[in-house]
């Protein structure tokens, strides 16, 4: 059993660190309730490095995550030795309860990694402001701004306990989440659709245009936050909500390999809020304050793979991270599909490897019918307080208003490119929060995210540009 290395990046979230995007659930939706024993995998997430099998090992021998946290602490060098002695002993004779039950062997090595581990989780306990974690609620949730569930809430998706068939790898000790956590399990089997950061027109357009058919299914899309496929894929399944009746639009779902203070990149914050405004959630496993280094995205990757039923690689070089995303698919049983590419660019060559190897089937259509299961609206499950999970309705038109959908959504891009060229004739820079103010001069009513979404497109189909957050036409007429 591998242990974890130390930490890369020091994580303690504090109330004066920036919180990105806003409330932390979707208009109408609520926020679950932070029990005590939420609370516990949260405060033993902050102990980790990233995702744990000790732990995991560790709690499936524990009668609660609870229990487990208040031996780790009474265990901690400096604590009296008749308490410290007895809870050591009591945390390895869980841990190798845990073994047996997981079905790993209960080795003299395993109990040296344990050992080695528990000593980490000292080390990072110390890091807590308080050592009485069940009054670390508004602490872990940045006051608010975030969300924690754990395998106990409704909006828990049960999928992610497939993880636990690899013993390298772990299910998540608890989420974290901005929007709507009925998102999660709004679909029986979410669809994910991956690919590199670096696509071109054709797997941009093949990425959003899977992705928008299958949310007019009504199915759950899944991905990361990058830019390229990921981006694309998100606001498909936003385009979505336009083309069918209401009620009917699958929901959209980000899972990030930070923590969600440090999500990014910035050129997708108006997606990111477009996703939340939309019934959508961004998600992580891990605490705020994580940094998304290198070694995290790898792991970020097999929640992406466990949430779906079925995994669609867009378009992929050889040694894309997507690619990890589609082994992961494949070990734990879910389907992966790939789209062929031209064999004269490099960025087809992950896709046409995986299909050439037998790894993945061929996309022939972006009407993915034989990629989902039935129609259906999105599902609602009920919370804590008996209430609806679901937020604001997932068929409402995102314009706010009935009409033609694409006259609607012309006139809208017409009034984004005429208040960017009134702001260059002006010497203004043309940045977002100047346009929105410029729109909702003339319209009082129109929501922030009809906006954010509508230079989404715009930036999608080519007709602006973001550069450091200043919009420009990518060709003036003006």
């Keep these: 059993m591998n242990s974890d290395a130390e930490s890369g990046g020091r994580r303690v979230p504090a109330h004066g660190t920036a919180v990105a995007h806003g409330a932390a659930v979707a208009h109408g939706a609520a926020a679950p309730a932070i029990d005590t024993e939420t609370l516990a995998r949260a405060t033993l997430t902050f102990c980790l490095d990233s995702a744990d099998a000790v732990m995991h090992a560790l709690l499936k021998g524990a009668p609660s995550a609870t229990e487990a946290l208040a031996l780790i602490i009474d265990s901690r060098p400096g604590v009296a030795k008749q308490t410290a002695v007895p809870a050591r002993t009591a945390l390895e004779r869980m841990f190798s309860t845990g073994l047996t039950r997981w079905d790993k062997p209960n080795t003299p090595q395993n109990k040296a990694v344990f050992r080695r581990a528990l000593e980490r989780w000292h080390h990072r306990v110390a890091q807590l ?14 006051g608010g701004a975030q969300w924690i569930i754990s395998p106990d809430s409704p909006y828990w998706p049960t999928q992610l306990s497939d993880l636990a068939t690899r013993q390298e790898w772990a299910v998540p000790l608890c989420l974290w989440g901005r929007g709507d956590p009925g998102a999660l399990v709004s679909c029986e089997r979410p669809i994910a659709i991956v690919g590199s950061r670096g696509v071109d027109d054709y797997g941009r357009a093949v990425a959003h245009d899977i992705a928008e058919h299958v949310a007019s299914q009504g199915h759950l899309v899944v991905s990361g936050g990058a830019m390229g496929a990921d981006a694309a894929a998100h606001w498909g399944a936003i385009d979505a909500m336009r083309g069918v009746e209401q009620g009917m639009a699958g929901r959209t779902v980000a899972v990030f390999a930070g923590g969600l203070n440090h999500i990014g990149p910035r050129c997708n914050d108006r997606l990111f809020d477009a996703m939340v405004a939309s019934g959508g959630a961004l998600i992580s496993e891990l605490c705020p304050g994580t940094i998304p280094e290198a070694r995290r995205f790898l792991m970020r990757n097999r929640i992406i793979a466990a949430l779906a039923s079925s995994v669609i690689v867009a378009q992929a070089r050889l040694r894309s991270g997507a690619l990890s995303t589609a082994t992961y698919a494949a070990d734990i049983s879910r389907e992966v599909y790939a789209v062929p590419g031209d064999i004269n660019k490099a960025g087809n060559a992950g896709c046409n490897s995986l299909i050439h190897d037998g790894k993945a089937m061929i996309v022939c259509s972006t009407h993915a019918e034989d990629m989902c299961h039935e129609r259906h ?7 804590e307080t008996g209430d609806a999970a679901e937020g604001r309705d997932c068929g409402e038109d995102v314009a706010g208003n009935g009409g033609d959908v694409g006259t609607e959504r012309d006139a809208r891009a017409r009034m984004v490119m005429d208040a960017v060229r009134l702001c260059m004739r002006r010497h203004e820079p043309p940045t977002f929060e100047r346009i929105r103010q410029m729109m909702a001069s003339k319209d009082a009513d129109r929501p922030v995210w009809d ?11 080519g007709t602006i540009t973001m550069t450091g957050g200043v919009i420009t036409p990518a060709i003036d007429t003006g």
């Excluded at 402001?129 to 940045?142: E, I, K, Q, R």
């Excluded at 609206?377 to 919370?383: D, I, L, Q, S, Y």
């Design 129 to 142: 402001p308080t050592l009485d974690f069940a009054s670390l609620g508004d602490w872990f949730t940045m």
């Design 451 to 461: 906006v954010l979404e509508t230079i989404g497109e715009m930036e999608l189909a």
């Design 377 to 383: 609206p999105p599902r609602v499950v009920v919370n």
